[in-house]
């Protein structure tokens, strides 16, 4: 494929631009022009990148690659709708939340909030949601990961294009970011500052992550709690971990014994935003609950872990993983009064009649509920 761009605008003659012409030699600033050769036909690629820095005709290339307008992130969300209802509204709700979690925005609260309230890397991950969920045959994205922090980009990018790469169409990214290359893993880039061509054969491979875990007091759960999608209070006897990427805190997970069913049970897992959507929170989760299979955890004992969740896009993965086995699930909790009469009488049996028992449960959120076997 071969692509020629030229612009052309008018030659103004103004004294100011007439005295820029003077200064610095600049007689034909009116026209602009770059030839391109693309060998991607017939490659049978999902995901090109356009890289370079600005005024190298990134825009221009993109542009004529599809028929289609590129494609604006940003634009056409409705102010007075949350981004779960503004994402293929007319599409299957399980597909939008997954979407959105295998982007990296699992962040539940989020989904709840109009566009415009979104942090920037938040709105990025949005829009990108939206254009999985869209997928069009072919789409060109500029100014990819340009406003968003430079961890958030590069795991984003990561996170995009593993959920991509799942459906059909192609799509052309446009970036002036070096460092999202090797997370990104494009099937082919082409640098517009050194008008250079190479194939996803000259990659280097994507960069690798440790991850390490450390015990830690319950404190630190404040940390994530903005976060979490509940409002509970901590679990009794509980031990605390948190996983660190490097100096970063990116993970937390919370263990209470369960020893009357032999088990151990986790819960309060959270994934920080900028690390969501490339498998780090379930890798600690197994690690975590593998720990304790092992007889490292309270009490020593080789117990199983349970684990309840209602994400969607968390019970997929736990419900395809062979480490896991689905025990129950359930489309509401228990019965509220039912709870709340257990309670009174709890409490009249200790002599502490007088406190107010109002019970758990009566809630419509779907609870699923598994257990770590390992392997």
């Known amino acids: 494929m071969r692509i020629d761009v030229k612009h052309r605008c008018s030659d103004f003659d103004s004294y100011r631009a007439a005295r820029v012409k003077s200064l610095f030699n600049a007689e034909n600033g009116c026209n602009w022009e770059k030839s391109v050769d693309l060998p991607i036909e017939g490659m049978g690629w999902k995901i090109g990148l356009i890289v370079g820095a600005s005024g190298t005709g990134k825009t221009s290339i993109g542009s004529r690659i599809f028929s289609e307008p590129i494609h604006d992130l940003y634009k056409g969300w409705d102010i007075d709708k949350p981004i779960v209802d503004c994402i293929d509204p007319d599409g299957d709700f399980n597909a939008v939340t997954g979407t ?116 830690v007091s319950g404190s630190v759960f404040r940390h994530f709690k903005p976060h979490y999608y509940l409002d509970l209070p901590l679990p009794v006897a509980a031990e605390y971990f948190v996983g660190v990427i490097g100096d970063e805190p990116v993970c937390h997970l919370a263990v209470a014994p369960l020893f009357t069913a032999k088990a151990y049970r986790a819960t309060r897992l959270v994934t920080m935003p900028e690390w969501q959507g490339i498998g780090v929170g379930t890798k600690f989760l197994n690690a975590v609950c593998e720990y304790h299979l092992q007889g490292r955890g309270r009490c020593g004992h080789k117990y199983p872990v349970f684990f309840h969740t209602s994400h969607p896009q968390l019970c997929g993965a736990l419900r395809y993983s062979k480490k896991w086995k689905q025990t129950a699930a359930r489309l509401y909790g228990e019965n509220k009064a039912r709870s709340s009469a257990s309670m009174r009488r709890a409490h009249e049996r200790k002599g502490t009649s007088d406190r107010c028992a109002t019970g758990y449960g009566g809630h419509f959120r779907a609870v699923q509920a598994f257990k770590y076997i390992g392997g």
Do not use: M
């Not at 959105?100 to 890397?121: Q, T």
């Not at 990018?157 to 052309?172: C, H, N």
């Not at 070096?178 to 996803?200: G, K, M, S």
């Open 100 to 215: 959105l979690s295998s982007v990296g925005l699992g962040d539940v609260p989020a989904w709840l909030r109009p566009f415009h309230v979104l942090s920037n890397g938040e709105k990025f991950r949005a829009g990108l949601a939206r254009l999985v969920c869209e997928r069009p045959e072919h789409a060109v994205v500029d100014e990819f990961t340009s406003v968003i922090d430079r961890q958030i980009a590069k795991v984003g990018a990561a996170a995009f294009a593993k959920t991509w790469r799942k459906g059909s169409g192609q799509v052309v990214l446009l970036s002036c970011h070096y460092d999202i290359i090797d997370w990104l893993q494009p099937d082919w880039v082409y640098d517009t500052n050194e008008a250079r061509f190479y194939d996803r054969d000259c990659l280097r491979q994507r960069p690798s992550l440790e991850l390490q875990i450390y015990k």
